[in-house]
């Protein structure tokens, strides 16, 4: 199987801060992946789909980009809503996460 | 409004076999493109794809637990449910379904989740 790489682990942000989480495919994916934020007790939701494409509902400071095995989420202005967990994830079957990136503030 | 609900037992014993029901509203399970998958998440850990079925009866399912995974849907209930066979305290965590359409292969539509724990 494909293995989803994530970093960093971990970041420390503040609001108004440009954040880049990084993902990387041990395989080459093309544009089939996504991302998702995850917040404490909560249910993932979608937020970027075929790499770069943002979800509806979704705020535009948040973007991706890339393809083949090297992917980034930004967020442009990180806001308060925005400490979380966010998932990449392959768009291939079998569906493959990342490990996952936690933005905590600083 | 598309809902998911994930329904099952809290508590199951080792060795056990799980079956979690995934209660869907606001799409149908025979509706062109559309699936449900099921994923989970031990206590602090990353997310775990297990497995989909879509709306055409295909099927896919997580290599690693393969041998212990079934998924099937009740298109007239609106249900797909899934079934882990010989549980292990391992296998504790938050189980979740969600929509998936085949043609992105992403997840749009979660569930609350339902948290099982296998526990003697």
């Known amino acids: 199987d494909i293995q989803m790489t994530q970093s960093p682990s971990s970041v420390s942000a503040s609001v108004g801060d440009r954040v880049t989480i990084t993902c990387r495919a041990s395989?080459?994916?093309?544009?089939?992946l996504a991302w998702y934020q995850q917040k404490p007790g909560k249910a993932p939701s979608l937020l970027i789909y075929?790499?770069?494409s943002l979800q509806s509902g979704v705020p535009s400071r948040f973007s991706g980009s890339g393809s083949g095995t090297d992917f980034t989420l930004t967020i442009s202005s990180l806001q308060p809503e925005d400490f979380a967990t966010y998932y990449c994830q392959q768009a291939n079957s079998p569906l493959i996460f990342g490990g996952g990136t936690k933005v905590e503030m600083k | 409004q598309v809902t998911l609900k994930e329904s099952g037992p809290v508590l199951v014993k080792p060795t056990e076999t799980l079956t979690l029901t995934c209660s869907v509203s606001?799409?149908?399970?025979?509706?062109?493109?559309?699936?449900v998958s099921w994923i989970r998440q031990p206590p602090g850990k990353a997310l775990e794809w297990l497995a989909h079925i879509f709306w055409n009866g295909e099927k896919s399912h997580s290599t690693s637990l393969k041998s212990r995974l079934t998924i099937s849907k009740d298109a007239s209930r609106s249900q797909v449910v899934l079934t882990m066979t010989n549980m292990d305290p391992v296998d504790t965590a938050t189980y979740y379904c969600?929509?998936?359409?085949?043609?992105?292969?992403?997840?749009?539509?979660w569930g609350q989740g339902t948290l099982v724990t296998v526990s003697s």
């Open positions: 075929a790499a770069s």
């Open positions: 606001g799409f149908s399970l025979t509706d062109l493109r559309m699936g």
């Open positions: 969600a929509r998936i359409k085949d043609t992105t292969m992403v997840l749009d539509y």
């Open positions: 395989l080459g994916v093309g544009s089939w």
